[in-house]
Protein backbone atom coordinates (compact mmCIF):
# COMPACT_ATOMS: atom_id res chain seq x y z
CA UNK A 1 0.00 0.00 0.00
CA UNK A 2 0.95 3.75 -0.31
CA UNK A 3 1.37 6.23 -3.00
CA UNK A 4 3.07 6.36 -6.48
CA UNK A 5 6.11 5.11 -4.81
CA UNK A 6 4.25 1.91 -3.79
CA UNK A 7 2.49 1.58 -7.29
CA UNK A 8 6.33 2.26 -9.16
CA UNK A 9 6.72 -1.46 -8.12
CA UNK A 10 3.42 -3.30 -9.52
CA UNK A 11 4.73 -4.11 -13.23
CA UNK A 12 7.84 -6.20 -11.35
CA UNK A 13 5.18 -7.76 -8.96
CA UNK A 14 2.86 -8.70 -12.33
CA UNK A 15 5.99 -9.65 -14.51
CA UNK A 16 7.39 -12.00 -11.55
CA UNK A 17 3.58 -13.45 -11.52
CA UNK A 18 2.97 -12.59 -7.29
CA UNK A 19 -0.16 -12.44 -5.89
CA UNK A 20 -0.63 -9.30 -4.09
CA UNK A 21 -3.68 -6.60 -2.91
CA UNK A 22 -2.70 -3.14 -4.17
CA UNK A 23 -4.24 -0.32 -2.58
CA UNK A 24 -2.51 2.80 -4.05
CA UNK A 25 -3.06 6.42 -4.35
CA UNK A 26 -0.48 8.97 -5.59
CA UNK A 27 -0.18 11.81 -3.61
CA UNK A 28 -1.62 10.34 -0.31
CA UNK A 29 -1.03 9.60 2.95
CA UNK A 30 -4.37 8.14 4.72
CA UNK A 31 -5.12 6.67 7.74
CA UNK A 32 -8.23 6.48 9.86
CA UNK A 33 -6.94 9.74 11.85
CA UNK A 34 -5.14 11.58 9.39
CA UNK A 35 -5.24 12.37 5.47
CA UNK A 36 -2.97 14.08 3.37
CA UNK A 37 -4.46 17.83 2.02
CA UNK A 38 -3.54 19.53 -0.62
CA UNK A 39 -4.35 23.31 -0.57
CA UNK A 40 -6.35 22.78 2.36
CA UNK A 41 -9.12 19.97 0.54
CA UNK A 42 -8.83 15.95 0.92
CA UNK A 43 -9.80 13.96 -1.75
CA UNK A 44 -12.15 11.55 -1.34
CA UNK A 45 -10.29 9.00 -3.25
CA UNK A 46 -7.51 8.90 -0.56
CA UNK A 47 -9.83 9.17 2.16
CA UNK A 48 -10.93 5.65 0.74
CA UNK A 49 -7.36 4.54 0.71
CA UNK A 50 -7.36 3.96 4.63
CA UNK A 51 -11.21 2.65 4.17
CA UNK A 52 -9.61 -0.15 1.96
CA UNK A 53 -6.47 -0.57 3.57
CA UNK A 54 -8.78 -1.61 7.08
CA UNK A 55 -10.79 -3.97 4.96
CA UNK A 56 -7.90 -5.56 3.66
CA UNK A 57 -5.68 -5.91 6.90
CA UNK A 58 -8.75 -7.81 8.38
CA UNK A 59 -9.67 -9.93 5.42
CA UNK A 60 -6.03 -11.44 4.98
CA UNK A 61 -5.20 -10.94 8.43
CA UNK A 62 -2.56 -13.11 7.60
CA UNK A 63 -0.29 -11.70 5.11
CA UNK A 64 2.43 -9.14 5.73
CA UNK A 65 2.22 -5.41 4.46
CA UNK A 66 4.33 -3.66 2.23
CA UNK A 67 4.54 0.15 2.64
CA UNK A 68 6.17 2.35 0.86
CA UNK A 69 5.51 6.18 0.23
CA UNK A 70 7.18 9.58 -0.85
CA UNK A 71 8.11 9.86 3.03
CA UNK A 72 8.68 13.35 3.78
CA UNK A 73 9.86 15.16 6.78
CA UNK A 74 7.35 18.09 5.85
CA UNK A 75 3.84 16.87 5.53
CA UNK A 76 0.60 18.74 5.08
CA UNK A 77 -2.45 16.67 6.72
CA UNK A 78 -6.11 17.02 7.93
CA UNK A 79 -7.11 15.27 11.30
CA UNK A 80 -9.77 13.71 10.79
CA UNK A 81 -11.15 14.09 14.43
CA UNK A 82 -12.05 17.58 14.04
CA UNK A 83 -11.77 18.49 10.38
CA UNK A 84 -8.16 20.80 11.31
CA UNK A 85 -5.00 21.13 9.37
CA UNK A 86 -1.68 19.66 11.19
CA UNK A 87 1.67 20.21 9.66
CA UNK A 88 3.77 16.99 10.57
CA UNK A 89 7.51 17.04 11.04
CA UNK A 90 10.30 14.73 11.10
CA UNK A 91 7.72 12.01 10.37
CA UNK A 92 6.38 12.11 13.93
CA UNK A 93 2.73 11.71 13.04
CA UNK A 94 3.23 9.57 10.28
CA UNK A 95 5.24 7.33 12.42
CA UNK A 96 2.51 7.21 15.07
CA UNK A 97 0.00 6.09 12.56
CA UNK A 98 2.57 3.43 11.12
CA UNK A 99 2.65 2.37 14.95
CA UNK A 100 -0.81 2.04 14.93
CA UNK A 101 -0.79 -0.38 12.33
CA UNK A 102 1.68 -2.71 14.13
CA UNK A 103 0.16 -2.83 16.96
CA UNK A 104 -3.40 -3.73 15.64
CA UNK A 105 -4.79 -6.86 16.62
CA UNK A 106 -4.56 -8.72 13.34
CA UNK A 107 -0.38 -8.24 14.02
CA UNK A 108 -0.84 -9.03 17.74
CA UNK A 109 -2.46 -12.28 17.03
CA UNK A 110 -0.16 -13.48 14.09
CA UNK A 111 3.37 -13.01 12.68
CA UNK A 112 3.12 -10.95 10.29
CA UNK A 113 5.11 -7.79 9.60
CA UNK A 114 4.96 -4.20 8.27
CA UNK A 115 7.25 -4.04 5.75
CA UNK A 116 8.15 -0.27 5.71
CA UNK A 117 10.33 0.39 2.33
CA UNK A 118 12.22 3.42 2.49
CA UNK A 119 12.60 6.08 -0.80
CA UNK A 120 14.87 6.02 -3.27
CA UNK A 121 17.51 9.27 -3.52
CA UNK A 122 16.60 9.38 -7.39
CA UNK A 123 18.06 11.36 -9.77
CA UNK A 124 20.23 14.42 -10.25
CA UNK A 125 18.69 14.77 -14.37
CA UNK A 126 16.01 12.80 -16.30
CA UNK A 127 18.21 10.24 -18.20
CA UNK A 128 15.39 9.06 -20.38
CA UNK A 129 15.35 12.79 -21.65
CA UNK A 130 19.66 12.26 -21.92
CA UNK A 131 19.52 9.35 -23.42
CA UNK A 132 16.85 10.51 -26.24
CA UNK A 133 18.64 13.51 -26.94
CA UNK A 134 22.04 11.52 -26.80
CA UNK A 135 22.00 10.00 -30.78
CA UNK A 136 21.91 13.68 -31.90
CA UNK A 137 24.78 14.37 -33.96
CA UNK A 138 25.34 17.49 -32.07
CA UNK A 139 25.85 16.09 -28.71
CA UNK A 140 27.74 13.67 -30.12
CA UNK A 141 30.11 16.05 -31.44
CA UNK A 142 30.35 17.70 -28.25
CA UNK A 143 31.01 14.44 -26.59
CA UNK A 144 28.53 14.48 -23.87
CA UNK A 145 27.39 11.51 -21.96
CA UNK A 146 24.42 10.57 -19.72
CA UNK A 147 25.99 9.54 -16.17
CA UNK A 148 25.61 5.83 -15.00
CA UNK A 149 26.29 6.62 -11.47
CA UNK A 150 25.72 9.70 -9.18
CA UNK A 151 26.82 10.28 -5.75
CA UNK A 152 25.20 8.77 -2.79
CA UNK A 153 23.07 11.22 -0.45
CA UNK A 154 21.70 11.48 2.90
CA UNK A 155 17.81 10.47 3.19
CA UNK A 156 16.83 12.02 6.63
CA UNK A 157 13.58 10.72 5.96
CA UNK A 158 15.23 7.17 5.31
CA UNK A 159 16.82 7.32 8.93
CA UNK A 160 14.12 7.77 11.08
CA UNK A 161 12.05 5.32 9.66
CA UNK A 162 15.30 2.85 10.02
CA UNK A 163 15.70 3.93 13.58
CA UNK A 164 12.26 3.72 14.53
CA UNK A 165 11.57 0.36 12.71
CA UNK A 166 14.76 -1.40 14.54
CA UNK A 167 12.60 -0.20 17.95
CA UNK A 168 9.74 -3.13 16.73
CA UNK A 169 10.32 -6.46 16.42
CA UNK A 170 7.30 -6.88 13.92
CA UNK A 171 8.42 -4.27 11.88
CA UNK A 172 11.13 -4.31 8.66
CA UNK A 173 12.67 -1.38 7.02
CA UNK A 174 14.18 -1.80 3.79
CA UNK A 175 16.49 0.66 2.02
CA UNK A 176 16.04 0.42 -1.78
CA UNK A 177 18.90 2.58 -2.10
CA UNK A 178 21.22 -0.57 -0.64
CA UNK A 179 19.83 -2.40 -4.15
CA UNK A 180 21.20 0.45 -6.45
CA UNK A 181 24.33 2.04 -4.23
CA UNK A 182 27.62 0.78 -3.77
CA UNK A 183 30.23 2.56 -1.42
CA UNK A 184 29.59 6.41 -2.18
CA UNK A 185 28.10 6.43 -5.77
CA UNK A 186 24.54 4.69 -7.27
CA UNK A 187 23.29 3.98 -10.42
CA UNK A 188 21.23 6.00 -12.61
CA UNK A 189 21.75 3.76 -15.56
CA UNK A 190 21.37 -0.81 -15.24
CA UNK A 191 23.86 -2.52 -17.09
CA UNK A 192 22.29 -2.34 -19.88
CA UNK A 193 22.03 1.13 -20.31
CA UNK A 194 18.30 1.64 -19.38
CA UNK A 195 17.13 4.34 -16.96
CA UNK A 196 17.32 3.38 -13.44
CA UNK A 197 14.47 6.38 -12.88
CA UNK A 198 11.68 7.52 -14.99
CA UNK A 199 11.82 11.21 -13.93
CA UNK A 200 13.86 12.54 -10.81
CA UNK A 201 11.68 10.35 -7.96
CA UNK A 202 10.51 7.90 -9.38
CA UNK A 203 11.89 4.11 -10.12
CA UNK A 204 11.43 3.25 -14.06
CA UNK A 205 10.45 -0.51 -14.58
CA UNK A 206 14.39 -1.42 -14.55
CA UNK A 207 15.50 0.23 -11.43
CA UNK A 208 12.30 -1.34 -9.66
CA UNK A 209 13.04 -4.81 -11.40
CA UNK A 210 16.54 -4.31 -9.39
CA UNK A 211 14.97 -2.95 -5.85
CA UNK A 212 11.87 -5.01 -6.09
CA UNK A 213 14.20 -8.31 -6.41
CA UNK A 214 16.75 -6.95 -3.27
CA UNK A 215 13.43 -6.31 -1.41
CA UNK A 216 11.68 -9.88 -1.92
CA UNK A 217 15.50 -11.54 -1.05
CA UNK A 218 15.11 -9.37 2.26
CA UNK A 219 12.38 -10.11 3.11
CA UNK A 220 12.78 -13.86 2.49
CA UNK A 221 16.10 -13.50 4.50
CA UNK A 222 14.59 -11.84 7.45
CA UNK A 223 11.65 -14.66 7.68
CA UNK A 224 14.84 -16.96 8.48
CA UNK A 225 15.63 -15.30 11.54
Request: charged share 25%; aromatic share 10%; glycine share 6%.
Amino acid sequence: TGDSFARQYSTYLKENNMSFIAIFKDGCFSTPSYVSRYKGSVSESCLLRSVNFEKATHDYDNLNVIYAQDWRTESQLKRLSDNSDIDDHNLSIVLNELGKIADSASFKKSTRKLIVIGKPQGSENIIFECLAKNPLPAIRFLGINCPTTQNKNVIIENDILKNWAQKRNNVLYIDPNDALCKGDRCLVQDEKGEPIYSDKGHLSKYGAKIVGEYIFKEIARNSKK
